[in-house]
């Protein structure tokens, strides 16, 4: 069975920062297409920043600017590195793997990720 393990997230204050990390068996790392999700309180998931196989990201214009995706190659681990952190970037974070790797976008609809993690909660006070 195909795990994606999520660690960070916690409690920061608004203007804080935060890291997230996303460990992916390696098949899975250098070919898929990954990403970043999260689901506020009451409202929908939603697409926060995706990388393709070739490590090219793709941020929600809401975070872009503030947070950062990286890979690492030797953990074959996906890091999700979030600053300047906002009351409303409060959520369950989720990490996520496609094999839509062709398509790999923000756009990418999110029937079509075929592995997720457990979710890791971040929450922002003021």
């Known amino acids: 069975q195909v795990q994606l393990v999520e660690s960070g997230g916690g409690s920061a204050q608004a203007g804080g920062s935060l890291r997230l990390s996303c460990a992916a068996p390696?098949?899975?790392?250098?070919?898929?297409?990954m990403g970043w999700f999260r689901q506020p309180p009451g409202k929908q998931r939603e697409a926060v920043a995706v990388i393709d196989s070739a490590g090219s990201p793709s941020y929600a214009d809401s975070v872009t600017g503030r947070f950062t995706l990286s890979k690492d190659n030797a953990k074959t681990t996906l890091s999700l590195q979030m600053l300047s952190l906002k009351v409303e970037d409060t959520a369950m974070y989720y990490c996520?793997?496609?094999?839509?790797?062709?398509?790999?976008?923000?756009?990418?609809?999110?029937?079509?990720?075929?592995?997720w993690g457990q979710g890791t909660q971040v929450t922002v006070s003021s």
């Open positions: 390696g098949y899975i790392y250098s070919r898929y297409c």
């Open positions: 996520a793997a496609s094999g839509y790797a062709n398509t790999c976008s923000l756009a990418l609809p999110q029937g079509r990720y075929q592995y």
